[in-house]
């Protein structure tokens, strides 16, 4: 007898009892990793180790925050060092797409570091409340996004790459809108002037900005036949996949 690509009869012939235990124990674990639900329970502990690195961010105790802090946050010296020394090294697997994707982080980048310094410049947040932080952070946020897929098709940035990109961050986007509405209406945040709730959100989107990062190659490979053709862009070459 053979189920999934296991002999059963030849195990018992030649392993006898365990010889079938065994072969019921490598049925069982492929049934399982097969399984629908397996796979995204798969995808589900992904997402938890996004998650529970995000929230380790928000964690630590910086309850001697000051206004210098915010306005120099790593988060500003992190987006520099990726558009002007990580970004144009990186290499994806065709020269025309190292142009496109190198061109998308670049924009993206740009995009999130000019919202966030407006953001913290301003320095409104030092006057509000628990739900006008969040509509305020939730607001800007969105105003990133449009800005960065605006710019992104301005630049000819193919419409399936800025789809595609959008696809993987949406799930940690929402993440992220999540976790900064627990901090804003959290007591172990409060401060004065909002900083350490402010410090903390800029923590939590570093985070979702490198991950962003080193996705960028995983959705990049998961793009096969939308760019065949002998399309151009910036001196790189899409070759024409067979």
Partial sequence: MIMMGIDFTYLSDNYGTWGIVIGVIVFIITSMIKSDAIIKLFAK????VIEWFIKKRTSEDYHNVHESDILNHDIFNYIDFWIYSKVPTYKFSTEYRTIIFRRYLTIYLRCYKKGLQEFVKSGEYKKMDQSELWKNFLSMTNIIVRDYEIESKERGIPD?????MKAKNNDTIQLTIDLISNV????????DDNLLKVYSILNIILSV???TISNSEVVCNSINGQLSGLTTFDGGKEIKEP
Avoid: C, P, R, T
């Avoid at 502990?45 to 938890?48: A, I, K, Y």
């Avoid at 399936?160 to 595609?164: H, Q, S």
């Fill in 45 to 48: 502990l992904s997402d938890g």
């Fill in 209 to 211: 900005l490198e991950n």
């Fill in 184 to 191: 804003s209406n959290s007591q172990f945040y409060e401060s």
């Fill in 160 to 164: 399936i790459v800025i789809n595609k």
